[in-house]
């Protein structure tokens, strides 16, 4: 049982990963700017521990990068994610097996 509950965890941070990386791609090729984790919690559903949690490892392994807003008042500084080169392959990727069907998400 262990065993399948570990799969089960496996696969959905694989999809959580996928379904970011895809927004962000989607966000790049309409040059938007960078995404802070409130856009992309609404447009892939997750909930803030998914997308932050995601968006920490896709950056851990060079799919995006962040950097801290700068701000003259005194509301919380946000962080804005951008995909790097290599996310953005990884996300066609993932996008072109999608619509072909060999993968149930992005």
């Known amino acids: 049982m262990i065993a ?9 941070r694989l999809r959580w990963e996928r379904q970011i990386l895809a927004v962000m791609l989607l966000r790049e090729t309409l040059n938007m700017d960078a995404a802070s984790g409130w856009p992309l ?27 801290w807003e700068v701000r003259a008042d005194d509301r919380p500084r946000r962080r804005f994610y951008r995909i790097t080169d290599q996310g953005a392959i990884m ?7 999608w619509l072909a069907g060999k993968e149930e998400t992005p």
Do not use: I, K, P
């Open 4 to 12: 399948a509950l570990n799969r089960w965890r496996e696969r959905n």
């Open 41 to 67: 919690m609404r447009a892939t559903r997750l909930s803030g521990g998914a997308v932050y949690t995601a968006l920490a490892r896709l950056e851990a392994a060079g799919m995006v990068t962040s950097e």
């Open 91 to 97: 996300a066609r990727h993932r996008v072109r097996r």
